[in-house]
């Protein structure tokens, strides 16, 4: 019974990635092997488990959502992160850790991943569901400040979306790193920003709809 159930999950998660993210232009080979590691039902509420692979965000209750497969996808292919290595750790940040999903996404594509998330209960969930990645830190606080004693990061993910770019999360990136982020009220834009030697170069990639990010983002 369990087997042949997750059989038929395996089976919904390959054409996931086929059909959502490798057809619409997902080629980054370390982030498609992740889609097709991590069991995405593990993360979605009971009653929403036939929903688990299709295209779209799932309420996960607290008045928040498990983001689509293929925005996932899309923000960690536009990290470029370098390969993992452990004597030189690829370090990635993530605000908004929510159920926890792209944090798992994260752990095979980064060396370090530190993930914060402001409600307790969600925080508390996912600290449980991903006890078994050493590679992972929760921890519950409103991300606007970033992690300053784990900085600096190869790449910052951002999946609650702020009215402007925290400044924090600027300094906190690397030479060389990459933030990831939505911004925006109404009207979302996900950016990417680069930082070089001298500055941060900023780029429009699409337009999104994702929850608000709380806090000392709206002061
Ligand atoms: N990463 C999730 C999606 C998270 S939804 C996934 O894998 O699907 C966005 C999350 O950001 C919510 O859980 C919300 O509580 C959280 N959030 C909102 N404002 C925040 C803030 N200031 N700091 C940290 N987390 C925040």
């Not at 593990?42 to 692979?53: E, I, M, S, T």
């Not at 370098?82 to 993530?94: S, T």
């Not at 930082?195 to 170069?201: E, G, L, M, Q, Y």
Request: proline residues 9%; glycine residues 6%.
């Amino acid at each position: 019974m369990t087997e042949s159930t997750d059989d038929n999950y395996s089976r919904k998660r390959e054409s996931m990635v086929v059909e959502q993210i490798e057809r619409r232009g997902i080629r980054d080979s370390a982030v498609l092997a992740s889609m097709r590691a991590i069991p995405r039902h593990r993360f979605v509420p009971k009653k929403d488990l036939a929903r688990a692979y299709s295209d779209t965000p799932l309420p996960i209750g607290l008045d928040q959502t498990i983001s689509q497969p293929y925005i996932v996808a899309r923000m960690s292919e536009m990290l470029q992160l370098p390969r993992k290595n452990p004597r030189n750790p690829v370090r990635v940040l993530e605000i908004g850790t929510g159920c926890g999903y792209q944090t798992a996404v994260l752990a095979r594509l980064a060396d370090l991943v530190y993930s914060i998330e402001v409600i307790p209960d969600l925080a508390k969930t996912a600290t449980e569901r991903l006890s078994g990645l050493q590679n992972v830190h929760i921890r519950c606080a409103d991300g606007f400040a970033g992690w300053p004693d784990a900085a600096p990061f190869d790449g910052i993910l951002v999946a609650a979306a702020p009215p402007k770019i925290p400044p924090p999360l600027l300094a906190q990136l690397k030479v060389g790193g990459r933030l990831i982020i939505p911004v925006g009220t109404d009207q979302q834009q996900l950016m990417a920003v680069e930082r070089t030697a001298d500055d941060w170069i900023y780029e429009q990639a699409l337009p999104v709809r994702f929850v608000p990010m709380v806090g000392q983002a709206r002061e």
